[in-house]
Structure formats: C-alpha cells, structure tokens
C-alpha cells in the first residue's frame, strides 16, 4: 500500500508563538522558534510571522546566516531549510566508475544547507518488504529504499527526485535529516560540511540498508566498511529477506560474495559534459584521496567524444502524481546496464522556480542540455501550491500540548544541546506564566479583599 500526500487538518498545524516585531526581527521565527527547534516546518498561512517567517524561504533563511550571527548550535543552521518551496541546491547527474550515476554539487554547498528532498512512493513496511524480494527476483541491482520511520519506507527505484542519484560514502559529505512539513515526516538530503562544486554528493548507507545481495563499497575511504549498510539491521527478518544484511551474520564471507557487477561498465575514463549558459563544459573525475571523494576539473573539450561512455539508460515514463509538488521528474533514467536503450530519456525538473528540460543526447555521449521550457507546458503537480490567507491563530492552541507530541519524533532527531536549548526556552516560558498569574492574583486580592478567589481558578 503506498499513500499521496494527506491533507493537512487545520488542527494539525503546528503553530510556534513567533511574532515578528520591525524592531527585532530576531523574533521571527528564527533559532528559538519552537518549530525549528523541533524540526517542523512552519506553514504558510498560518505563521504569525507571515511573510517575514524564517522556518520556510532558504532565502531568508541565508541572509539570516550573511548578516546577522550564526546560532552556536548547528540545528538552526542546517535544519531551517525549506522543503515546501523545492529550492534545491544546484546538482548534476555525472557516470561514476563502477558506481553507476552519481550526483554532483553544481555550486559550492555550505554546511548545514539543505539540498534537496527524497522523495517517491512512500510505502508500508509490508509493501516495502515485498518490493524488495521482487526486486532481487528481476535482479534490479540498485537500492533506492530509504526508511522514513519503522513503518513507512520511501521508495525511488522507479522513480523520484535527483536524491536517488547520491551514492553512499563510509565519509560523506552529506547526511538524510527528518522533517515535519505540513503534518508529514518527509526525509532531506543535508551539507555535513562545505562542498566545492563539482563534488561528489555522498551519504552514508550504513544503516539504512534495503538492498539486494550485499554490494561491494566502492567509496574508496580509509575508514570503509567493505559493504553498502554493513552496520544496517534491514527489516530485522532474515528470513523473509535472505539478502539482508544483519550484524554478526557470518553468512557473508567476503571471499564468496557477490560483488556489485561493473564488467558492463565502460573501461574509459569518466568525463562528463554539457553545456550551460551557452558554454561547452567537460570535467573529468579525479580521485580525491584527502576527501575520499571526487573532484572534477575542468578538461579540453577536444577530449570529449573520445573519453565518454555512452550511457546505457532505460527511460521510465512516470508521470507525477495529482497535486504532489515533490516529485519533479517525469522520466528518470535508471542506470541498468543489461539493458542499452536507444532513446533519449527527457528529465523535466524545477530549480529556483524556473522549470527547465534536460535532455540527455545519446548521440553525445553523456551531454546535457539545458533548454527552458514554456511554463504552458507545466503539469499541474508541478505548479506552486496555493496559499492560505494568514488566518488569526486559535487561543486554544497551545503549543505545549499538540506540537510536543507532534514533533517528539523529529525532536527525538535533534542533538542533546537543541533539546536542552528548548527545555530551557519552555521552562523561562512558564516560569513567566507563573509569575504573571501569580501577578494577576495579587492584583485581585488588592482590588477586592472581601472576594473568595478559590484556588484553581487562578490558574484557567
Ligand atoms: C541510491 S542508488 C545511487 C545511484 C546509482 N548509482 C544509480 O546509478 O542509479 C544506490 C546504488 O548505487 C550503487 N552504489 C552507491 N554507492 C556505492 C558505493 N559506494 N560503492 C558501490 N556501489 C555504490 C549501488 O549499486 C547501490 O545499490
């Protein structure tokens, strides 16, 4: 059973006690904002920060991080990232050596930044298990399974947003974060550290691992753990899936283990290209050995043709679901080398609100083109959500109540100094509380001595 987006209930959204004031506008929604100590988006329309809310435009969000001071701890930094509005950070799809595709930082990437959402299918943990065993028996060799939390998993072999395309790393620059957006845990693709352009995005799979046979690492890092997920406990049930990799399994003796196939893969060396802004480009991969990862440079185009290998793409024609802004691409190519598909396979995606058509020409080589499309052409899933009006925010939400359950598993995520800061945050507030009641007391007793104030009462 796999699910679409649920509507968001008015009484789910999980409202912060922000408000934005012109002389301090720290104030909105900013590092002590209850939503983005908790990892949860705010949401348009009901932020009474309105339009100057941090916690949901990277644009805001960075001239925080430009002009004013970055908060001491790095949740604020890295988690206030958008999801709602897709602004992903620049990337580029790039043929690895013997790891298929990769993805590539195509502008330098700060720490903590968010960029971009995984996203596909989200299914149960039971159609997720069934996947699995489907997909060994037709021999799919990638793994695009990631777990969203013990019962949901997202699912991005057939199709998702460029985030299937990031390669594991047992030294990532990259790391997956869970936020709450809109009621919905969704998973995002996060900076570890500053990333140059041009290289290679990693995260580490180790523990979240839902693939086939174990697969040889290829990551080249001193500290490699040999296999993709070494340290993932699957699905915890061996049994039904005999290709998951357990702690102290002895059943994989490295010697006789089925390594990731690359004797498809082109012998050539790896240089991708393409244009972009009317320039020609072609970069070549170097192996990073401080970085464990890899560095391209910019090479001779005369090189071009003559390194390149030709993609072997099969096109899927996925179309996005109704509504559903997070899927953005139309066809994906998933890289399968037992099948060489002629055609071109044409990948729509959204970046900085600009819809653009990438073609990858077959006859080229790996050659991207990227060509604006008419926004006529734009399929409704991919247009921008409409906003509620700022609505006045009902008395009786408390954020106390609601978003603490809410955002207990996001705040579950969150690193010991966050929770700390937020235990503190609501400690000061109802400390406050008290003493204004107790205020409020006072001032009664003194304005009508004879009167019975009966205890409890107070404190409605
Ligand atoms: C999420 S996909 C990543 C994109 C994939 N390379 C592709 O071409 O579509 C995960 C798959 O990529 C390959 N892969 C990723 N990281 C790898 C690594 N460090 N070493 C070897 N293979 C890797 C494995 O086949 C794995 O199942």
């Given at each position: 059973m796999s699910y679409r987006h649920k509507k968001l209930k008015e009484e789910d959204v999980v409202i912060c006690e922000c408000k934005y004031g012109v002389n301090d506008?720290?104030?909105?929604?900013?590092?002590?904002c209850l939503n983005v100590l908790t990892s949860t988006e705010c949401t348009l329309g009901y932020c009474?920060?309105?339009?100057?809310?941090?916690?949901?435009?990277p644009n805001a969000i960075f001239s925080y991080a430009r002009h004013g001071t970055l908060p001491h701890t790095q949740c604020f930094a890295c988690c206030?990232?958008?999801?709602?509005?897709?602004e992903y950070a620049k990337t580029k799809l790039f043929r690895t050596e013997g790891r298929g595709w990769g993805l590539l930082a195509d502008e330098n990437i700060k720490a903590g930044?968010?960029?971009m959402e995984y996203c596909r299918e989200v299914l149960s943990s039971e159609a997720t298990k069934k996947r699995c065993l489907a997909y060994e028996a037709h021999k799919v060799k990638d793994a695009y399974i990631i777990s969203v939390n013990v019962n949901y998993f997202i699912d991005a072999t057939k199709k998702g947003s460029l985030a299937r395309f990031i390669n594991h790393s047992c030294q990532p620059n990259c790391e997956t974060r869970k936020w709450i957006v809109l009621g919905e845990t969704r998973v995002g693709i996060f900076a570890k550290r500053d990333i140059s352009v041009r290289m290679e995005l990693s995260y580490n799979y180790n523990f979240e691992w839902y693939g086939g046979a174990p697969v040889h690492c290829?990551?080249?890092?001193?500290?490699?753990?040999?296999?993709?997920?070494?340290k993932s406990q699957g699905f915890k049930l061996a049994q039904e899936c005999s290709h998951v990799w357990e702690e102290?399994?002895?059943?994989?003796?490295v010697d006789n283990l089925p390594l990731?196939?690359?004797?498809?893969?082109?012998?050539?060396?790896?240089v991708i290209s393409g244009t972009s802004g009317g320039n020609e480009y072609t970069y070549k991969v170097l192996n990073d050995s401080e970085e464990s990862t890899l560095k391209l440079e910019q090479t001779n185009s005369k090189t071009k043709k003559m390194s390149q290998p030709k993609p072997k793409l099969k096109g899927y024609n996925h179309v996005c679901e109704e509504?559903?802004?997070?899927?953005?691409?139309?066809?994906?190519?998933?890289?399968?080398?037992?099948d060489d598909d002629e055609s071109s396979p044409v990948i729509s995606l959204t970046s900085g609100g600009n819809e653009h058509t990438k073609i990858l020409n077959d006859s080229e080589g790996s050659t991207f083109k990227v060509e604006p499309t008419n926004s006529?052409?734009?399929k409704k899933s991919q247009r921008k959500p409409k906003l509620k009006q700022l609505k006045t925010v009902n008395?009786?939400?408390?954020?106390?109540?609601r978003a603490s359950e809410t955002n207990k598993a996001a705040c579950e995520q969150c690193p010991d100094v966050v929770r700390e800061e937020m235990k503190k945050y609501v400690d000061v507030k109802k400390e406050q509380k008290r003493q204004a009641l107790l205020q409020s007391d006072v001032t009664n007793i003194g304005d009508d001595k004879d009167e019975d104030i009966e205890e409890g009462e107070a404190t409605e």
């Open positions: 506008p720290e104030t909105a929604c900013g590092e002590r009474q920060s309105g339009e100057n809310c941090r916690n949901q435009s206030s990232q958008r999801f709602q509005k897709c930044q968010f960029i290829l990551c080249g890092a001193a500290n490699c753990s040999l296999f993709l997920g070494a102290e399994d002895n059943r994989y003796i990731y196939d690359t004797t498809d893969d082109d012998e050539s060396s790896p509504g559903d802004n997070r899927y953005i691409m139309d066809n994906l190519p998933l890289y399968d080398t037992t006529a052409t734009k008395p009786g939400w408390k954020y106390g109540k």
